[in-house]
């Protein structure tokens, strides 16, 4: 399990200094700030990369996970980018639009390039891979594995559907499988899953279902595009007060039965076995760090 809080995940405008100011009194766990699709006209991606800086050296930001969402390999701007923003304050890179590994260790290699240039250890740049093409989502699992800089995967599900050929219906069924496929991947390869954006910010009640029904396929954080939306992702991914004691209740249980060489102990009707000890310590593990931030 990580050590890094991931909840929300929000994206900011880089060449928006009103949006850029707003997002640095938000409570988000990470800034993901933007060079690639909000940022437009072309010319405005200069802007950015300058306005990212300033506000990433001026201690501004100094309490969030930064991670600038940079332009794709065949953009034209992802040297630029990169080159522009390997500074001090900066965690990461977003990747978008990665289709399969390979993609990922390009990646890896041109970071590896610039930290040797501007003498900075080598893995000081994590990667969030953003999948959003239908092959992304195929070769998940290749796209944890590419390199040891993957810290988390997020799914991008209007580039996906888009891409799929589908159509985003209002009860998410073209979107499940891919959904659930991302959270699988990221868990075998010990990597935080993040789900997809809420497309439909000011409806709180269809974001409180989707949060419930991400928590279940495993999801640990959401990709945010409104301040508005960070109480709820935070509510849902962070364990409650009572899911705690539980666990904890949970872990005494299981030790007083082995201390006492009963083979097995029993919580409300069900049998505590292994799994179910993995679980309460995970759960222990993610509310001390939560508290640890709060």
Partial sequence: MSDMIMRSLMFVPGHNEKLLSSASHSNADVLLLDLEDSVQPESNKAVARE???????????????????VNDRESGHLLKDVHALTI?????????????????????????????????PVGTFKI????????????????????????????????????????HDHEGQSIYVPRALIALAARANN????????INVHDLEDLEKNLILAKHLGFEGMLILHPKEIELAHKYFS?????????????KLYEESRNENKGVAVKDGKFIGPPMVIAAKKVIQKYELVKSIS
């Fill in 128 to 167: 969030i891979p953003l999948i959003e093409m239908s092959a992304a989502v195929l070769n998940a699992q290749d796209i944890c594995q590419a390199s040891k800089r993957v810290v988390a995967i997020a799914f991008g599900c209007e580039d996906f559907v888009s891409d799929l050929e589908g159509v």
């Fill in 239 to 251: 364990p409650s007060e009572a899911e705690y004691q539980d666990a904890m209740e949970m872990l």
């Fill in 191 to 198: 990597v935080i899953p993040i789900d997809t954006v809420h």
């Fill in 88 to 120: 001090k304050g900066v965690d990461g890179f977003m990747y978008p639009k990665a289709k399969k590994g390979e993609d990922i260790y390009f990646f890896d290699k041109l970071l590896e390039t610039i930290e040797y240039e501007k003498k900075i």
């Fill in 51 to 69: 306005k990212i800086a300033e506000w990433v050296e001026s201690g501004k930001l100094d309490n969030f996970y930064i991670f600038p969402r």
